[in-house]
């Protein structure tokens, strides 16, 4: 035989055998192996096209609307009244307005703002936009003025949203004496997985306190040039702006930079890992804290159950807060040349 029927064969053997390997399953799906899809945003927020116009006249001759559009680019629905607005930079009554119509505006069709999210095949569906209509009931109509004067119009846009992250803690029936065939080193970074949102859980490290006792610290990072607030007892924008992403300086500073935390491991009732205590929660396992510069480091343990195998156990942080965003844009109001 000639080395040509030589390299056929093997060539016939190669498919058959890549063949074989996908239908007994082991090839790949392609489903994912990641829990979210991430990023770091949260709320998107622009004006919508011509609305308001960025030039229109004065003397009543002119009646505009300024609509802003809100698109959940993270993975946390927004509830239905935990999204408020105010449009700043004017004053309404120069615009035959009121202040009632441009503060506290919550969405136009009042429904819950789905996030992002993906199946189990990893298909992938946007969230969804809605928008909210300055003023509220009627239209903009410049006064008049004596010559061209141009206004911010600005949309400062209050939400609450939660971020869920995850990693794997790496639990041995040893501790102490690792094997070099373990499934997992107890000590370390640990990949740790979050849902697009404006704030994340990075650098997750775990290590060995003792026989039955473990200790994991990560960081809370903020991302994106935005302002958060959580009060203590929990207040949210259905409870108004001011309330949930305060303008007052002496309020702003008592809520500003912080997040509530919960620590907890999946399914709650597993007694594998027990009495999870982290530093700076008033509850051990759950509390507020505050940011400095955009970053928090925590620190906690927990208890081992004994009569353990060798395994890797789900660590969950969820993260609430709220959020203050803003859009602005220019509107040139003209003056009408008087008549005589």
Known sequence: MNKRYYVLALLVCLILLVSACKKSGAASTGAPTKPFIGGTSGL?????KDNPQPEVTDDDT??????????NEGEFQIRNGDIKANLVGFDPTDFDSDLSQVINRPLDDGID???RRQDAEGNIVDGETAYISFPKDTDFRPRKFSGNTEFTFRADVCYAYQTKSNAKLCILRDMINVRDDAICKPTGSRTVYSTGAPVQVTNF????????????????????????????NDVTPSSGFDSACPRDPRKRREVENKVKIQV???????????NIKCGGLESGDQGIVTLVNGKRTLTCTADLDPNRNDLEKVIEVVMDYNVLDNKETKVLVKHLADTT
């Open 44 to 48: 998107t927020i622009s004006f919508l």
């Open 113 to 115: 703002l789905s996030g």
């Open 205 to 232: 490290r775990q290590s060995v306190v003792g026989k039955e006792k473990i200790s994991f610290s990560f960081d809370i990072s903020l991302s994106g040039n935005v302002d958060i607030f959580r009060d203590k």
């Open 62 to 71: 002119f009646a505009f609307k300024a609509i802003v559009s809100l698109k």
């Open 264 to 274: 907890k491991h999946i399914p709650p009732s597993d007694p594998i890992i027990t």
